[in-house]
């Protein structure tokens, strides 16, 4: 029952929660989509996330990566998720870090055709991440 409480209260949580989506990026038939969900607390991530999931836009991506950061530049909590694009929640990070954003998280989606593309696709990567929060801050 604890944990139907606890499910129940992440779903709840993440209803509630604004996804942004920038545009959608083809790259050699490798699609990069980033999307940027405001939080207010670590305990966000994860409705965070389970609302993205649930977005049609983001349905059938091959990885969805993260980053966020919440707090102030006095303390705050960041970390990353890879999701299986070895270095890709770094760069989300990084992004992050340049823009100095807080209390958001940032995700980037990428549909794989299959084929391989090194070590660029670290920088489309960063450019959906980057444009995501372009996003977020016109619309503030």
Not at 7 to 29: D, G, P, Q
Not at 77 to 83: G, K, L, P, Q, T
């Amino acid at each position: 029952d604890k944990i139907n409480n606890i499910n129940m209260n992440v779903t709840e949580r993440s209803m509630s929660l604004k996804t942004k989506h920038a545009s959608l990026v083809s790259i050699e038939k490798n699609h990069f989509q980033g999307h940027l969900v405001p939080i207010k607390s670590h305990e966000n991530v994860n409705p965070a996330i389970q609302a993205l999931c649930a977005d049609p836009r983001v349905a059938g991506a091959t990885h969805i990566t993260y980053a966020y950061r919440v707090g102030s530049d006095r303390y705050n909590v960041s970390n990353y998720e890879d999701d299986g694009e070895t270095g890709a929640g770094q760069e989300i990070m990084r992004v992050i870090d340049n823009k100095d954003c807080y209390n958001c998280l940032v995700a980037v989606t990428r549909w794989h055709n299959g084929r391989h593309m090194g070590a660029s696709r670290l920088q489309h990567v960063r450019e959906a991440a980057q444009q995501a929060i372009n996003n977020h801050m016109q619309v503030e």
